[in-house]
Structure formats: C-alpha cells, structure tokens
C-alpha cells in the first residue's frame, strides 16, 4: 500500500511559479513511476508529466511542455512539479499518483495510488 500526500497548492499570479510536492509512504517509492494529473472544474483528469522509478524516462502534456518540470528525490520518497510562467488555465486541483511499475504510463487508469489533491489557482 503507496500513501501520497501533495503539497504546495496555493493562489499565484498569472507568470509566477510555484512547486508542489508529494510524500509517498511505503519502502517501494524508489521501484515506482509517478505522475502529476490535474482537473478544473467540470473537466476530466488531465496527464500532466510522469517520471520513471529512476528518473531517466520524462513525458510531459504538451500543454506544459518547456513551463513545467518533474523530478523525485528517491532518498526522501518525493516527487516535485515545479511550475513556471503560469497561466489561468492551468488552474486545477492537482494529484499525485503512483504506478507499480518502474516506468510511467500516461493515462489516469493505469495508477493504482493516487493523492486526494492540492488546489492550485492562477489569476490573471
């Protein structure tokens, strides 16, 4: 059982940055993919980048590509969204979540742990 808890939501301007992060639970974080999804209100949850178990496979959505970048320090069971030049859209509530296997898969369904979310705003 992967416990993920997110943080680092907040209300930011539209350019600002801010990095969320994700506390997993469990002695298998280091053997696990991850992946950060979102979903604004009344929309489907949306991929936004995932990372393999060792950090050397990275996708991201295009709608982030070059603003945001993932990482994961296995030694501390964490995995980061930094996040640049905002904008309104990508207001959401954003999750966490983790894959049983040690590469990253783009689509919600294929997670088998998932975070209960952090809210991130941005206002124009």
């Known amino acids: 059982q992967v416990q993920l808890v997110e943080s680092g939501g907040g209300l930011v301007q539209a350019v600002d940055s801010l990095r969320l992060s994700c506390s997993a639970s469990g002695r298998t974080f280091s053997s696990t993919a991850m992946a950060w999804f979102r979903q604004a209100p009344g929309k489907e949850r949306d991929f936004v980048p995932a990372i393999s178990a060792n950090s050397g496979t990275k996708s991201y959505a295009d709608s982030v590509k070059g603003r945001f970048t993932i990482s994961r320090d296995n030694a501390k069971n964490t995995v980061y969204l930094q996040m640049s030049s905002l904008k309104p859209e990508d207001t959401a509530v954003y999750y966490c979540?983790?894959?049983?296997?040690?590469?990253?898969?783009?689509?919600?369904?294929?997670?088998?742990?998932w975070g209960e979310g952090t809210q991130v705003t941005v206002s124009s």
């Open positions: 979540a983790a894959r049983q296997s040690i590469m990253p898969r783009t689509t919600a369904s294929e997670y088998d742990y």
